[in-house]
């Protein structure tokens, strides 16, 4: 069976599409989504603050570089993910970051994330994009799974010089 044959098998009433972030239902999924996964200990175990559920989905539409793919089963939003395009100065060409990917615990397991990062892919290509990219915390096997199962690897130009790190700095 192909996977996405199995996908549907899995969860035959599962719709994936791209995000219309002025439609209010799409906009309520997203909001309820990302904090669902900011609460989760994979997402920092704390909720969004009441200013990014405020503003979130305005920001998000004021910004041509981002999109978001949404995951309904039935009525019932199960999975997100957002993403920001970026430019790769080696290809010059654009890339676009999976900055977010969350996927409620009650349909982890069903290939909900596999498919949202399939319609990813395809907008990341309508865009032009090289490559996608993705950071995710060591931690995390199941997301480090389907990571590598839909073709993810972990980023080493020169394997002498070791693989990639991702760093942050506050500016706050």
Known sequence: M????????LNPSLLVCRADYRNPVHA??????????????AGGGEGLS???????????????QAFSVLA???????????CIEGF?????????????????ASHRGQRVGEQMLALGEEIARERGACKLTLEVLQG???AIRLYERVGFAAYALDPAMGRAQFFQKWLD
């Open 2 to 9: 192909t996977e996405p044959a199995l996908a549907q098998a």
């Open 72 to 82: 309904f089963d039935g009525d019932q939003p199960v999975g997100l993910i957002n």
């Open 50 to 64: 009441d200013f990014a559920k405020t503003n979130l989905v305005a920001a998000l539409a004021a910004r041509p």
């Open 88 to 104: 790769s100065t080696f290809a010059c060409r654009p890339l676009v970051n999976v900055h977010d990917v969350a996927v409620l």
């Open 28 to 41: 309520s999924a997203l909001v309820r989504l990302l904090d669902a996964y900011a609460q989760d200990p």
């Open 140 to 142: 995390n096997a199941s």
